[in-house]
């Protein structure tokens, strides 16, 4: 496996990108990203304070790089400060913070930088994390669940505990797809019915009762009065459903429009979103929401503080979905605490919203607390070479001697900054500079066959 860069693309409305080795799926933690590419690959980035990158250190990085010796990745999930991958055999890796036992090792109280194989689980087929809990769905329809049971969002009966291996969730069967809250659960079944447990302190299990009358519930109880579900989503403290008429209903915590009913009321059953109809997705993040239209339209709404939505950042929430510009064709989205990664078809990666610890994979220096909506896609070793048309963003400092190989190369303005002092050799048959596109002043620029 070699060793890839990343290379990225700050866009504005229309971006037009081919990845090569694209991702297949994203997920979003506290403050850091990860990417599971098509080779079964997973690439991080962010905030690493406790080894949740999982390449043996607890330094925090702002670039994209691969997880050392983790290999044939079917599916990745986020919780807090750890990370869950799911291999293709149907066995768990698990790394990062182990606080409250989320790695399932049998101990708490330590954390592991490097993945370790998750024991006594096998035959799972999806997975899922909370802030300190992780889900696992097994093919035989059972979900599993570990860490973190303060409010019994692990499903066993208990609570105000912590489960340090996995441990099936009680009274449920013939599961499809988990979901999993801040401290709270959610399973769709088979028959489209949605279940759910652990905290309800803003009425988040939706079964029409407020934390006064059920503060929480250790056992799944159904979600009232919802059926033809084909999708479920869940944020901190709200959830999400997607029903089989391409409908969105929500509930739980609405203080800042996260529930998307133009109200900052919280529910404790599900309300249908207006506005929303023929919806292929969903996805959720802290306290902010999304929703993937089939005319390729992205919906977000909720809080904003932080850029998440991609509609600019500062003071200000959305309480009704409101179209994302700049980014389109986008088939998966998560969302992390203050920022977003979206997976568009292709295999591109978009990332927005806060920086503070590297999460949107920018290398610039600045803890930026608003970005716009950022393309990701890595190449190989410097010197970079490619296989294919790319449209690449790199920044090129002041001494710094490279020479780009590929079958085609087009740059555009704001695509390639060239610093002066810099020394830079493209080499490709088609080479198109784009209207706009320039070197800086003292910067060295040559272009030539390969």
């Not at 002041?398 to 810099?422: D, F, K, N, P, Y």
Request: glycine share 14%; charged share 15%.
């Amino acid at each position: 496996m070699r060793h890839l860069l990343p290379l990225l693309l700050f866009i504005a409305f229309s971006p037009a990108a081919l990845a090569l080795a694209p991702a297949d799926q994203v997920a979003a933690g506290y403050e850091f990203s990860a990417v599971l590419r098509e080779d079964g690959a997973v690439w991080t980035w962010g905030r690493n304070d406790f080894g949740q990158l999982g390449d043996g250190t607890t330094q925090s990085r702002w670039q994209p790089a691969p997880v050392p010796g983790l290999f044939g990745v079917k599916a990745i999930s986020a919780g807090e400060s750890s990370t869950l991958a799911l291999l293709q055999d149907g066995t768990l890796r698990a790394w990062g913070a182990n606080h409250n036992g989320e790695l399932g090792l049998q101990r708490y109280g330590d954390f592991v930088p490097s993945p370790v194989a998750v024991p006594g689980i096998d035959g799972v087929i999806a997975i899922d994390s909370g802030v300190g809990h992780h889900l696992a769905l097994r093919q035989d329809g059972v979900v599993w669940g570990w860490g973190l049971n303060d409010n019994g969002q692990l499903g066993n009966g208990t609570s105000g505990n912590l489960v340090l291996a996995p441990y099936p969730v009680q009274n449920l069967s013939d599961v499809t797809a988990i979901a999993a809250g801040g401290w709270f659960s959610l399973a769709l079944r088979g028959d489209g019915t949605v279940w759910t447990w652990g905290a309800n302190s803003d009425g988040q299990l939706g079964i029409g009762l407020f934390e006064a009358s059920l503060p929480n519930s250790p056992l799944p109880v159904r979600v009232h009065q919802l059926t033809e579900v084909v999708a479920i989503a869940a944020g901190a403290y709200h959830a999400l459903a997607l029903r089989r008429d391409g409908t969105v209903w929500a509930w739980g915590l609405n203080w800042i429009g996260q529930l998307g009913d133009n109200t900052d009321q919280n529910r404790n059953k599900p309300v249908r979103i207006p506005g929303l109809s023929d919806i292929l997705a969903i996805g959720a993040g802290e306290e902010f929401s999304f929703a993937i239209a089939a005319d390729g339209r992205l919906w977000a709404w909720g809080d904003n503080y932080y850029g998440q939505l991609a509609n600019g950042g500062g003071e200000t929430e959305y309480f009704v979905p409101t179209p994302v510009l700049g980014v389109g064709g986008i088939q998966a989205i998560e969302g992390g605490w203050g920022h977003t990664l979206a997976l568009q078809q292709g295999g591109l990666v978009f990332t927005w919203g806060l920086n503070w610890y590297g999460q949107m994979g920018i290398d610039n220096g600045s803890y930026l607390e608003w970005v716009p909506p950022v393309a990701m896609f890595p190449l190989a070793d410097t010197p970079a070479s490619c296989e294919g048309r790319i449209l690449t963003n790199r920044h090129y400092a002041s001494g710094e001697r490279i020479t780009v190989s590929c079958s085609a190369l087009i740059l555009t303005a704001g695509s390639v900054q060239i610093q002066a002092g810099a020394e830079v050799t493209l080499r490709a048959p088609q080479v198109v500079l784009r209207p706009g596109f320039q070197a800086l002043a003292g910067a060295r620029l040559q272009i030539s066959p390969p």
